[in-house]
């Protein structure tokens, strides 16, 4: 067979479980590795400034692993459908593959390439490489999306376990002549000021370090992750978030990693299946499968009730909020580790969310962008789901309404301190029993740990007492019904 074939990476940036890649191999003709960037196409959406600081790391681990069984990466700029067809122009390519994404705008303009490519003659096709399962093939009995995780996941669990991961290839076939490519830095993706020093220190993006991070999870923190998941001053989560949304790691990798390690340690199938880790992996499977069913999710409110809830617009709140000067401690330590780590504890995110949207009722999309841009694994679906179950307006969003205390909840999921004391040095010498809250330490302890609010610290934004009143009225206006509050 005469020919060659396009593999058109997007966010599957690896060589193993990638059944796009796969199937261009198949045909048997030279395969050319492309990524095109144009994220003009992506709007509102496009990369954050934190996302493209790993995407360059990720492309330059995927150039060198393809270098490494004698092929290489192709880079172009987009617009996607011009570049594809200059490429099939230049190189004599008679078919493209590639594997799935699911947000709003991009299948929206996969969809229109895979028809022009297809009119033009060309052999097109795409895969599943990022999901267990299509959003589309999951039902409830009335075959309609579920809107609720518990039902979706024990029916996905119903159903057959996900092949076995494909394995990398030892060696692609490359084309007898190369076709022009720009150099990763002319995409300019990382950025020209100084900020990505906590990045490189806390990462290593590429698919072999989505591979360690795994393994060193399973071998290490998995037999305490139901009790350690909450504490943000442990290690004590896999950290695969941003693995897992570049693809340098597929779920079923994941799946069939802790099916191999539980075999190993004689767990019971039944027990890793009902592991909390693992419904973990079904979150993200729900956030995808509700932004497919509902891709007006990102910017509106999946309960319409919420449409005309009336936030309040208040720049210095959302300043103090985004630079963690808030004067509650955890909320603080958290938005201080995003800053500089690209990575916040999902637990803290969910605190410092509900601080956003409860205690300074602030709308929950302006905290859905910061996030966006300073997010490593900035995900749509799941940035979505997540700051639409914080403020009540997504889907399973029961009990409706909480109002997490950042006081206790610092106590509760921090109780030594050490997360704050490494994020707000400021506080380190204050003792346990005021880490948490300097606000009501007594004038000598603030002075004795060299704390002086309002000066090296903050005072509370707001009282959280008075706020949580405030909040409960708002949200009770469109309720109409009682709110469920944890302290």
């Given at each position: 067979m005469n020919g060659l074939s396009i593999h058109w990476f997007r966010s599957d940036f690896r060589l193993a479980d990638n059944p796009a890649l796969r199937a261009a191999m198949e045909r048997g003709v030279p395969v050319l590795p492309l990524f095109i960037w144009s994220p003009e196409e992506e709007l509102p959406w496009s990369p954050g400034g934190a996302s493209q600081w790993w995407l360059h790391q990720s492309l330059r681990a995927l150039d060198s692993r393809l270098r490494e069984i004698g092929s290489r990466l192709i880079i172009l700029r987009g617009p996607t459908l011009e570049s594809l067809r200059a490429l099939v122009k230049e190189t004599g390519a008679d078919a493209v593959f590639w594997n799935r994404r699911y947000e709003p705008a991009v299948?929206?303009?996969?969809?229109?390439?895979?028809?022009?490519?297809?009119?033009?003659?060309?052999?097109?096709?795409?895969?599943?490489?990022?999901?267990?399962?299509?959003?589309?093939?999951?039902?409830?009995?009335?075959?309609?999306?579920?809107?609720?995780?518990?039902?979706?996941?024990?029916?996905?669990?119903?159903?057959?376990?996900?092949?076995?991961?494909?394995?990398a290839p030892k060696n692609i076939p490359s084309p007898s002549k190369w076709p022009r490519s720009l150099a990763l830095d002319e995409l300019e993706l990382e950025s020209?000021?100084?900020?990505?020093?906590?990045?490189?220190?806390?990462?290593?993006?590429?698919?072999?370090?989505?591979?360690?991070?795994?393994?060193?999870?399973?071998?290490?923190?998995?037999?305490?992750?139901?009790?350690?998941?909450?504490?943000?001053?442990?290690?004590?989560?896999?950290?695969?978030?941003?693995?897992?949304?570049?693809?340098?790691?597929?779920?079923?990798?994941?799946?069939?990693?802790?099916?191999?390690m539980?075999?190993?340690?004689?767990?019971p199938v039944e027990r890793w299946r009902a592991s909390q880790f693992l419904t973990e992996i079904g979150w993200r499977e729900f956030a995808h499968h509700l932004l497919f069913h509902f891709p007006h999710t990102p910017t509106e409110p999946l309960r319409a009730d919420f449409k005309h809830f009336r936030w309040r617009k208040d720049s210095a709140w959302f300043r103090v909020w985004r630079k963690g000067r808030t004067g509650y401690p955890i909320v603080d330590a958290g938005m201080r580790e995003l800053w500089t780590t690209g990575w916040m504890h999902n637990r803290v995110r969910m605190i410092v969310a509900s601080f956003l949207v409860k205690d300074l009722l602030l709308?929950?999309?302006?905290?859905?962008?910061?996030?966006w841009d300073t997010l490593v694994d900035a995900d749509l679906a799941q940035n979505t789901l997540g700051w639409q179950w914080t403020a009540g307006c997504g889907a399973d969003a029961a009990p409706y309404f909480r109002v997490f205390n950042p006081t206790n909840q610092g106590e509760k999921c921090d109780p030594h301190g050490n997360y704050v004391r490494k994020w707000c040095p400021e506080l380190a010498n204050l003792p346990d029993k005021w880490l948490h809250r300097p606000h009501a330490a007594p004038t000598e302890i603030l002075a004795a740990a060299g704390v002086e609010l309002g000066n090296n610290y903050p005072h509370p934004v707001v009282s959280h007492a008075i706020a949580r009143e405030v909040a409960l009225e708002a949200f009770a206006r469109i309720k109409g019904s009682a709110m469920s509050v944890q302290p």
């Open positions: 299948m929206a303009r996969d969809a229109k390439v895979k028809e022009a490519l297809r009119s033009d003659g060309l052999a097109v096709e795409s895969f599943n490489a990022a999901l267990l399962h299509e959003p589309w093939t999951i039902q409830n009995r009335s075959k309609k999306p579920f809107q609720v995780f518990t039902p979706f996941w024990k029916h996905c669990l119903e159903k057959s376990d996900p092949a076995e991961p494909l394995l020209k000021l100084n900020w990505t020093d906590g990045l490189r220190a806390a990462w290593q993006p590429g698919e072999a370090g989505a591979v360690a991070s795994l393994h060193n999870f399973l071998s290490e923190a998995f037999v305490e992750y139901t009790d350690q998941r909450n504490r943000p001053d442990v290690n004590g989560t896999s950290r695969l978030s941003p693995h897992l949304h570049f693809g340098e790691i597929s779920p079923r990798q994941v799946w069939h990693g802790l099916r191999q539980a075999s190993k340690r004689g767990l709308d929950w999309q302006e905290g859905a962008r910061f996030f």
